[in-house]
């Protein structure tokens, strides 16, 4: 069965500190994607990246960095120099195909970040 | 700003009682999914729309829950006979089919009573 693991529940790090937040997933498609959201306190579930599993390489975006670990079925995202607004949880997710076309997600249980000023 | 809104944003309501609530995407998506997502967990799936017809349903979606998506874009989600348990944080996705990203609206926060 389809499942995303965050085994951090919760992690603290003083402010400029990197942060790194591990996922773990399973699946039996040989096509998924893999994402991570980040939900403030606001509630809003916020996107952030999708890569696709064939698609390897690292990514980077500003402060933030994703390695995708196909052979460990890895997909940990890490905030670099983090900043107070960083707080918040975040969420791995996965597709996975439905018979009828469409996808759903699955979510792991999210890893609850505060960042410290 | 994710191109979607939902409506009522938070909905108390005793046990017992009927709910809709709706959600509209700005922009046209064949898809549209409804999730749902309980305290300290991440959202779980509950059904999802192509264009108006229903194509699939989760297990957690009982015979109180009905949605429809009439016209193909706005979409409605009603609970019937409320229960303690329903209470939760309801998402509506709009789904890209092309990249099967699901950008997802602010949610209605339901509170039974």
């Known amino acids: 069965a389809q499942k995303v693991t965050q085994a951090q529940t919760e992690i603290s790090v003083v402010e400029k500190e990197d942060v790194t937040l591990d996922c773990v997933y399973e699946?039996?498609?040989?096509?998924?994607?893999l994402f991570w959201y980040k939900q403030p306190p606001s509630g809003e579930l916020v996107f952030l990246i999708r890569?696709?599993?064939?698609?390897?390489q690292n990514e980077i975006s500003g402060r933030y960095s994703w390695n995708f670990q196909k052979s460990t079925s890895s997909f940990n995202f890490t905030i670099t120099a983090s900043q107070v607004v960083d707080s918040a949880v975040y969420f791995c997710a996965l597709s996975e195909a439905l018979n009828t076309g469409g996808f759903k997600t699955i979510f792991g249980a999210g890893t609850r970040l505060f960042v410290k000023a | 700003d994710t191109g979607v809104s939902q409506d009522p944003r938070h909905k108390i309501t005793k046990r017992g009682q009927n709910v809709t609530f709706r959600c509209d995407p700005i922009s046209e998506h064949n898809r549209l999914y409804w999730y749902r997502q309980t305290l300290g967990q991440g959202p779980e799936f509950l059904t999802y729309f192509q264009n108006e017809a229903q194509l699939e349903k989760s297990r957690l979606l009982s015979d109180r829950f009905s949605a429809e998506r009439p016209k193909g874009s706005f979409s409605t989600l009603e609970i019937q006979r409320t229960e303690q348990g329903d209470s939760a944080m309801y998402l509506c996705?709009?789904?890209?089919?092309?990249?099967?990203?699901?950008?997802f609206g602010p949610g209605t926060r339901l509170t039974v009573l």
């Open positions: 996705a709009p789904g890209d089919s092309r990249t099967d990203t699901q950008y």
């Open positions: 890569r696709n599993s064939f698609d390897e």
């Open positions: 699946t039996r498609d040989t096509t998924y994607y």
